[in-house]
C-alpha cells in the first residue's frame, strides 16, 4: 500500500509540476509586464535595414502599444562606439542591443556591458531546447555562452552575390572561375581587413581552398577592395563589377524593394564554399540586454517578446529570412537556406569563428591591397 501511495503521489508530481511552472511563470510575467507599463518605454539599438526595422517597430507596437519603442537603427561599429562612450562616462540609456557578433564581443563584453540573457528569460517555452533547431545554446554568440543571442538560423550563407545579367553560369558557375579571364577586373570585395561579411566570406575561402589561393587571387586577378556599399550596388548592378563578395544583405534587400537587381543571385552551396557549409545561427540581429539598463522590466519584456514564436514567425516572413526556432515557418524557403536538424555548419558568426576571422585579417593585411 505504501509503495502504491507513493508511486500515485509520484505521479500526480509529475503532472502537477509543469502546471505549478507554468503558473509561476505566469505571476512573473504578469508582474515584470505591470512594471515595464509603469517606465513606459523601452530602447533598442538595431540593423538600420528598412525591412528589420519595420518587423521590429510595427510588430512591437501591435504586440504593446502603451510601451513606447525608441528604436536607433546604425551599424553596430558605430552605434557601439556611442554606447561604450556613454558607459564610460556613467551614463546608462540603452536597454537592448540587437547586433552582430563582431563589435558586440570587441567592445561591449569586455567592459561588463551586457547582462546574462538567461536573467531575462521569463516564458519557459524561450530556452527550452525543443523549440529550437540545435537546441538553445548553440544560438549564443559570445564563446561564455551567457550574453550575445540569435535566434536566426540559415542553412547555408551565401558568400557573394553575381549578377546574371551579365555573367552566365557557364562562364562562372563555381567559386574556382574567380581566376578566370572573364573575371579579371570584374569583381568588388568589402575590405576584407575590415569587420563584417566580407571578411568572414575570405576566411570560408580559405578553409575550402587554402590562403595561398586567395592570396592569389587578391593580388594577381584586379580584385576591387572598397569600402562603400552604395557603390559595391552600383556596380553590381550596373555590370560594371557584376560579381560582389561582403554586401550586407539589407543592402540588397533594399536594391531588390527599389526595382533593381532582379537577376542578381546568391552564391551559397557546395559550387561556392565546397564542403565547408557555412550556415547556423548569425546575423546582424543577434540580441543583448544591458546590464543597468534603464528600463530594465521593459528590456525582460522585449527579449521574451523578441524571441517568441509569434514574433519570430512574423520577422521571417516579413524579412525573407529564417528563425531556428522549431514552430516558425522559413521566410526564405530556399531549399539550401533552410537549417535542418543534425546537420553540422561552420557557424560564422560566433566568437570563435570571429577571433579566426580577425587572424586571417590581419595575415591579408599584410599583403598590401590596395583599395578603392
Not at 561604450?84 to 537592448?96: F, S
Not at 563578395?245 to 552551396?269: H, I, S
Amino acid at each position: 500500500m505504501a509503495v502504491r501511495s507513493f508511486a500515485l503521489a509520484a505521479l500526480a508530481a509529475l503532472f502537477t509540476m509543469p502546471a505549478l511552472a507554468d503558473s509561476a511563470s505566469d505571476a512573473l510575467w504578469a508582474e515584470t509586464l505591470a512594471a515595464a507599463r509603469k517606465e513606459g518605454s523601452v530602447t533598442v539599438s538595431g540593423p538600420p535595414g528598412a525591412l528589420q526595422r519595420n518587423a521590429i517597430t510595427e510588430g512591437w507596437a501591435k504586440s504593446y502599444p502603451d510601451i513606447r519603442l525608441d528604436y536607433s537603427g546604425g551599424r553596430g561599429s558605430a552605434v557601439i562606439s556611442k554606447i561604450v562612450r556613454e558607459r564610460t562616462a556613467g551614463l546608462y540609456n540603452w536597454d537592448i542591443i540587437l547586433a552582430s557578433t563582431n563589435s558586440v564581443v570587441a567592445n561591449l563584453l569586455p567592459i561588463k556591458a551586457l547582462a546574462p540573457l538567461r536573467d531575462a528569460l521569463i516564458r519557459p517555452d524561450i530556452a527550452d531546447d525543443h523549440s529550437w533547431i540545435g537546441g538553445f545554446d548553440i544560438g549564443f554568440m559570445d564563446r561564455e555562452r551567457k550574453f550575445l543571442y540569435s535566434a536566426m538560423g540559415r542553412g547555408a550563407e551565401p558568400i557573394g552575390y553575381v549578377n546574371r545579367a551579365c555573367l552566365s553560369q557557364s562562364v562562372f558557375g563555381k567559386i574556382e572561375d574567380m581566376k578566370r579571364p572573364e573575371l579579371m577586373d570584374k569583381v568588388v570585395w568589402y575590405d576584407p581587413t575590415r569587420s563584417g561579411i566580407g571578411s568572414r566570406n575570405a576566411w570560408v575561402l580559405v578553409q575550402y581552398l587554402g590562403e595561398d589561393w586567395l592570396k592569389d587571387l587578391f593580388l594577381n586577378h584586379k580584385v576591387t577592395f572598397s569600402r562603400d556599399y552604395r557603390q559595391m550596388t552600383d556596380w553590381l548592378i550596373g555590370c560594371v563589377k557584376p560579381v560582389a563578395f561582403g554586401m550586407p544583405y539589407d543592402t540588397l534587400d533594399q536594391m531588390r524593394a527599389a526595382g533593381l537587381g532582379d537577376k542578381v543571385a546568391e552564391m551559397v552551396g557546395k559550387p561556392w564554399s565546397g564542403d565547408v557549409n557555412p550556415g547556423g545561427p548569425g546575423g546582424n540581429e543577434s540580441i543583448g540586454w544591458f546590464d543597468q539598463a534603464p528600463h530594465p522590466n521593459a528590456a525582460k519584456i522585449f527579449v521574451n517578446w523578441y524571441l517568441s514564436q509569434p514574433f519570430q514567425d512574423e520577422h521571417a516572413r516579413l524579412v525573407a529570412d529564417n528563425s531556428r526556432r522549431i514552430d516558425t515557418k522559413p521566410g526564405n524557403p530556399h531549399p539550401e537556406r533552410i537549417m535542418q536538424p543534425g546537420v553540422t555548419y561552420q557557424i560564422w558568426a560566433n566568437e570563435e569563428a570571429t577571433e579566426k576571422v580577425t587572424r586571417l585579417q590581419k595575415t591579408i593585411a599584410s599583403w598590401g591591397l590596395e583599395r578603392k
